[in-house]
């Protein structure tokens, strides 16, 4: 986008979500939805505690929060952190934004706080998952090469929620969105080192939206037009920016509903390949032959797929977690891709093949991104034998779905990997959350 949009007269863009969000009905399937969500997130947060930067926001936390009921908006930065140090939180395809690490901390320490019931709590969720997904829609593919979109698009959501539980109206809520918005920021150029910083983004944008919030109750203003402002986010960081994505479908079911959750603990740019992989081991194993005898990996995807993971030689968990190479040959030679297929065994035992894995960008899969986020792996054997398994979408997208069963083992499995001595008196409690249930105490610290 080359200029700033001329003003509305149906109001600002801001206007224009918040009031498309507060008008769309909730319906009980709505928020049964959204507990499960809840959990994935949660689960996500008491597990990224078992992990080395967990540990270092751990100290850091006990060192400088002396208060026994701290800060929502300081709880919520703890929690954020935590959700995303594991990469299996839940991710939307079309905005490039993972909603639940920013949404779901702010919401549920903001209504540990007030004391507020499950369906408010949930409804909250669906209201910042709607806001950071659609304004995440609207950035353009160009944003997301340089801006993390969690870090950029996250404080629009966790405002919207925070805006919910606080019953701001409709003038206090613009007002949060708009300086939750001026505190948009997040680089992607940790990744060159592998540093710690994507879990400072997801924290950040929750505490941000929480604050943006709580000033708008006591009448702190904030520029209405932040989004489309001739100096406003889509004109400072969205050269190809959509600005029309922000309202269009405003009586489609709730974005929510059309996020993803993942099943594997890696960027999930690397899940549709991890997907045909195990399909590939399976067939490979079935017909005799040993994964071992895999001579050439060829892999085809998207271009955002390249931009973020393509990283032939991983030397740590978290580049492993981020490495096309690495991931798909985990999925051929491992017999599950867990949280321990990233870890320095496992790296030495798939660098050979990894070193032979050839990536490129291709369609149909380049040009249905990111409607679609899938790929391709072809093998070549040492028998010149070769095999091919496409996906056209990856495992937990909503076309292929998890089941509420799988979803409720993944949340058993984190909360585990975080030594949570009772998971299932967690995940009962969070399922009952749509029925009233009220949320249980937990210390994420």
């Given at each position: ?142 944003h997301y090469r340089i801006w ?283 399922l009952n959350l749509p029925s009233?249930?009220a949320l249980p105490r937990l210390?994420?610290?």
């Open positions: 986008m080359n200029a700033a949009l001329p003003p509305s007269a149906n109001g600002s863009l801001t206007e224009q979500l918040a009031e498309l969000i507060r008008a769309k009905p909730v319906t009980p399937s709505d928020l049964e939805a959204a507990a499960l969500f809840t959990l994935d997130a949660v689960a996500n947060s008491l597990a990224g505690r078992h992990s080395a930067p967990g540990q270092i926001l751990l100290e850091w936390w006990r060192a400088s929060v002396s208060n026994a009921s701290p800060d929502p908006g300081r709880e919520a930065f703890l929690m954020g952190a935590l959700c995303h140090i594991l990469e299996t939180d839940d991710l939307h395809r079309e905005s490039v934004v993972h909603p639940g690490c920013v949404v779901v901390p702010a919401a549920w320490a903001l209504a540990r706080k007030r004391g507020e019931g499950g369906q408010q709590l949930l409804t909250a969720i669906l209201h910042g998952f709607e806001a950071a997904t659609r304004v995440g829609m609207a950035v353009g593919a160009e993390h979109n969690t870090a950029t698009c996250g404080p629009f959501g966790s405002a919207m929620a925070a805006a919910s539980l606080l019953g701001l109206d409709k003038a206090q809520t613009v007002h949060a969105l708009g300086n939750a918005g001026s505190q948009s920021s997040g680089l992607w150029q940790f990744l060159e080192t592998g540093a710690m910083t994507k879990h400072l983004h997801a924290g950040h944008a929750a505490e941000a939206g929480i604050r943006a919030a709580e000033l708008a109750a006591f009448g702190f203003t904030a520029p209405p037009a932040i989004l489309e402002g001739e100096k406003g986010f889509f004109r400072a960081a969205c050269p190809d920016a959509d600005p029309a994505a922000v309202t269009r479908n405003p009586h489609a079911d709730w974005q929510l509903t059309r996020t993803s959750i993942k099943p594997w603990p890696s960027c999930r740019h690397t899940h549709p390949v991890i997907d045909a992989a195990e399909e590939l081991r399976k067939r490979v194993i079935e017909s005799g032959k040993s994964p071992e005898d895999i001579l050439e990996v060829e892999v085809a995807t998207y271009r955002a797929a390249l931009d973020v993971c393509n990283r032939p030689h991983a030397s740590s968990d978290y580049e492993a977690k981020f490495s096309l190479q690495h991931a798909v040959s985990a999925a051929l030679l491992l017999p599950c891709v867990d949280f321990e297929a990233f870890g320095a065994e496992a790296r030495e035992r798939c660098a050979g093949l990894a070193a032979r894995v050839k990536v490129q960008v291709a369609d149909p899969w380049a040009r249905d991104y990111p409607g679609s986020w899938g790929g391709q792996v072809r093998l070549t054997l040492s028998d010149g034998t070769r095999e091919v398994a496409d996906r056209v979408n990856a495992k937990g997208d909503p076309e292929a779905p998890l089941s509420r069963d799988e979803m409720i083992a993944k949340a058993d499995m984190l909360l585990r990997h975080g030594n949570v001595p009772d998971p299932a008196s967690i995940i009962e409690a969070i009233e249930g210390d994420f610290a």
